[in-house]
């Protein structure tokens, strides 16, 4: 098939394209299930791709590519990690993005032509800084966004604790969040530690309460900038003392 940009209408090259197994009807799923059926492969020159040997069934396509709608960044990893199983995380995520997904029925002997369509995401770019002036070098980002009923998620699927976003503070501070659906999101800045669970945050408005945090919206397809963090220096303490043992004070 095809992928094709939708803001462009231009092939849209070396782009990932995925197939997986859609869920039959009658299944049935526990933990001990192996994950369904799945293709990927990137696209050429002209936006094609081909996938040979392809098990009959039918399945979901979708695309990535930087600057358009990838729907890692669209799941409540909450909500995930909440699901019994991993049909009903899969139910979830296609449930969840299914206007961006092409149905493909693959049959025995024959040849399937789909066309993908990507959309253009949002963007939420800006720069940390200490308050000293200095750039804040190699951060992470963290985002929510606002969903129904006023709940906030997290953006992205940290994968073995490491983190959910890949975006990280250049030489100059400066940072790039792409590949988001509209909305309303909070930004905090992480600093490089190992691992997201661990790292200490600074939000927007320079607080380090995600609660006391300032919000930005942006639409779809968008370019929001000047989304700056300062760090307080004078915010950061340290805490330092000894560990004895009570029984005879050894340390």
């Known amino acids: 098939g095809i992928v094709l ?11 990932m394209v995925n197939l997986t197994g859609a869920p039959k009807p009658d299944e049935k799923s526990d933990d001990g299930d192996p994950m369904p059926a799945s ?29 358009y709608l990838d ?9 995930i990690r909440s699901l019994p199983n991993d049909r009903e995380r899969r139910l979830y995520a296609i449930d969840r993005w299914r206007d961006h997904l092409t149905e493909v029925a693959v049959h025995v002997h024959r040849g399937t032509e789909v066309t ?21 070098i190699g951060m992470h980002f963290q985002l929510f966004r606002k969903g129904e009923k006023d709940g906030w998620t997290n953006v992205g699927l940290p994968l073995l604790d490491a983190w959910s976003i890949h975006t990280v503070s250049n030489g100059h501070g400066r940072f790039n969040v792409t ?25 927007l408005g320079g607080v380090f309460r995600r609660k006391d945090a300032e919000t930005v919206k942006v639409h779809a397809g968008e370019v ?19 560990v004895s043992a009570l029984a005879d004070g050894h340390a």
């Open 5 to 15: 940009c939708a803001d462009t209408g231009k092939p849209a090259r070396f782009a």
């Open 224 to 242: 929001l900038s000047g989304v700056d963090i300062v760090i307080p220096l004078n915010g950061l303490h340290t805490v330092a003392g000894t």
């Open 116 to 136: 993908i369509q990507l959309e253009r995401a949002a963007e939420i770019g800006g720069a940390v800084t200490f308050d000293d002036g200095s750039p804040a």
């Open 71 to 79: 729907p890692a960044l669209d799941l409540d990893a909450a909500r």
């Open 179 to 203: 590949n988001l659906s509209g909305g309303e999101y909070t930004v905090c800045a992480l600093m490089p530690v190992e691992g997201e669970s661990g790292a200490p945050h600074i939000c």
């Open 39 to 67: 293709e990927s492969t990137i696209t050429d020159l002209d936006g094609r791709f081909r996938m040979e040997a392809v098990e009959p069934g039918r399945y979901f396509a979708f695309a990535i590519l930087e600057g």
